[in-house]
């Protein structure tokens, strides 16, 4: 059998570095489970002779018209929080995607998103028909490129898929300013009238790009928004206590919100988590074996 052929747009972020080490290294996928990855990146790797070199914005390379069919594309990229940041971008680069997408007859596309569009009204999980109401310019800038990328996706015949993803550890504020911490330092958490700590919706990056192959096997189900994480949420103070971090509690006002979390089950219904996805320990023991790697 032909393997499912997979173009991924902006693998050399973050959260897509993970990625490719990941599906590279994961011995659970089965012979007939088999993907081939092809990544796209701007700017040439020396350790990555094989990335297709390609500025999504302009039309597709010779290379990628004439490199055979595809069967789905992943698009990873996108403008994240920092000072100074167009998040405008994020819209343009879905809407060239999904241009691109339809030249080279791709039927099937991943855009990702962010649990940022919900916002923070709610203590209850959000599920993927609450009406988004985003409380930053970068949640804002994503949920305008999901109702953009929508239509434009109905009226080139596109089955997408906006994936709105949790915290990936390894790509998260917690963890990453923990492990940037100098002697002495500790992280500040919220801590709420309860005792507890922020809780909010995990993976880890394995758990991720496991997701991701069987959404990609499951194409022709998905919906056209989807929660990603792991089932079952975490509290904040676990996640830096399986990291070995210091943390410091900090009392706060009553009005934030100590859970804002996603309800997974349309996706527990497309994809088989293992038992320990949701566990602490092995989302950050995720992250910290790809650091070691």
């Known amino acids: ?55 999504i914005t302009e039309d597709p390379p010779d290379a990628l018209r004439l490199g055979g069919a595809y069967d789905c594309l992943i698009v990873l990229s996108g403008i994240v929080p920092k000072p100074d940041a167009d998040f405008t971008l994020n819209t343009a680069i879905a809407t060239a995607s999904l241009r691109a997408a339809a030249r080279l007859g ?48 109905r009226a080139l015949g596109l089955k997408l898929c906006c994936l ?35 809780v909010r919706s995990y993976m880890g990056p394995r758990t991720f790009a496991r997701i991701l192959r069987s959404l990609i096997h499951n194409r022709a189900d998905v919906p056209e928004v989807l929660n990603i994480a792991a089932p079952k949420p975490v509290s904040m103070l676990a996640l830096a206590e399986a990291a070995q971090m210091p943390v410091t509690l900090r009392p706060v006002d009553a009005q934030d919100h100590q859970y804002v979390t996603l309800d997974c089950q349309a996706l527990a219904a497309l994809h088989a988590f293992e038992p320990l996805a949701s566990d602490p320990s092995e989302i950050v023991r995720q992250w910290q074996d790809l650091r070691g790697a």
Request: glycine share 8%; with cysteine.
């Open 1 to 55: 059998m032909a393997p499912t052929r997979v173009l991924v747009l902006g693998s050399s972020g973050r959260i897509g570095t993970m990625l490719r080490r990941c599906w590279a290294t994961d011995t659970s996928a089965s012979q007939g489970d088999a993907i081939e990855f092809v990544f796209q990146t701007r700017q040439a790797q020396p350790d990555r002779p094989d990335d297709l070199l390609w500025d």
């Open 106 to 153: 791709i039927a099937s596309v991943f855009l990702a998103s962010t649990s940022a569009v919900y916002g923070t009204y709610q203590d209850e999980p959000f599920r993927e028909d609450h009406t988004p109401r985003p409380v930053t310019d970068y949640g804002r800038s994503k949920y305008n490129m999901e109702t953009t990328a929508r239509a434009q996706a």
């Open 164 to 198: 709105r993803i949790g915290n990936v550890s390894g790509a998260d504020a917690l963890l990453l300013t923990g492990a940037a911490l100098a002697a002495g330092e500790t992280i500040l958490l919220d801590r709420f009238h309860d005792g507890g700590t922020p």
